[in-house]
């Protein structure tokens, strides 16, 4: 009866370093979602999967930003080359199937400082 | 462009005491609107939403919202505070027609004992 989770919780990495960040939302969610929350802020809606296909990457920041969901399940988000301004917190969230309009159901992040 | 408003940082409020955190928004389409709570050291737990039929939506711990289409607003409301109620309140929306949900920068809320 797990929730979403994500790994690492917390990561540190230099400037310059690649990163990768990984979620694993509940069991049969279709929509998975990841968002960037910066100290202070509400979360900003960075991508969009429905199963595997990505359906809106409109609020990835620059084209250092991948995100995967090859099987429609687990998902990682990427960042190359790791920039200062990269530092927060990275969340993912699922949603139940059939309707991208339900609950989101969220994990509890991965905080990422750059250094 | 899709935007929401929270216009307080920080709601005080003393225990028993209703309470109200306020959020305004701007949707091109239909709105689908949402509150989530953020506990200190816990993801963002679910609240409420509204998405089509009464405009007065209850959800979880005693919570409330109100949508007013007129005013563009979905307030959240409790009619009495619980010291347990302290957390931090983030109102959300999307429209219709699109997958991206955009959030306010949060509300601190405190309840008084």
């Known amino acids: 009866g797990a929730g979403v989770s994500q790994s690492p919780r917390y990561k540190v990495a230099k400037r310059g370093q690649d990163v990768a960040l990984r979620c694993d939302p509940i069991?049969?969610?279709?929509?998975l979602f990841w968002y960037q929350q910066a100290l202070g802020q509400g979360p900003e809606f960075l991508t969009y999967?429905?199963?595997?296909?990505?359906?809106?990457k409109s609020g990835l920041p620059s084209d250092r930003f991948f995100a995967e969901r090859p099987e429609g399940s687990v998902s990682t988000l990427k960042i190359q080359r790791t920039q200062q301004e990269d530092s927060a917190v990275y969340l993912c969230?699922?949603?139940?199937?059939?309707?991208?309009?339900?609950?989101?159901?969220f994990g509890p992040g991965t905080r990422l400082t750059v250094l | 462009a899709q935007s929401v408003a929270q216009p307080e940082d920080q709601v005080n409020v003393a225990e028993g005491n209703p309470l109200t955190v306020k959020c305004t928004y701007s949707v091109s389409g239909n709105p689908y609107l949402f509150w989530y709570v953020q506990y200190p050291n816990r993801g963002l737990q679910f609240l409420l939403k509204?998405?089509?039929?009464?405009?007065l939506v209850k959800g979880s711990y005693g919570f409330e919202a109100e949508f007013n289409k007129s005013q563009t607003s979905f307030h959240l409301k409790k009619p009495s505070a619980l010291v347990s109620d302290s957390a931090l309140y983030f109102c959300a929306v999307r429209s219709s027609g699109t997958y991206k949900y955009i959030f306010g920068t949060g509300t601190r809320l405190k309840v008084l004992a």
């Open positions: 969230a699922s949603s139940l199937p059939g309707s991208n309009t339900d609950t989101q159901y």
């Open positions: 999967f429905q199963n595997e296909a990505q359906l809106d």
């Open positions: 069991s049969g969610h279709v929509s």
């Open positions: 509204y998405i089509t039929g009464d405009n």
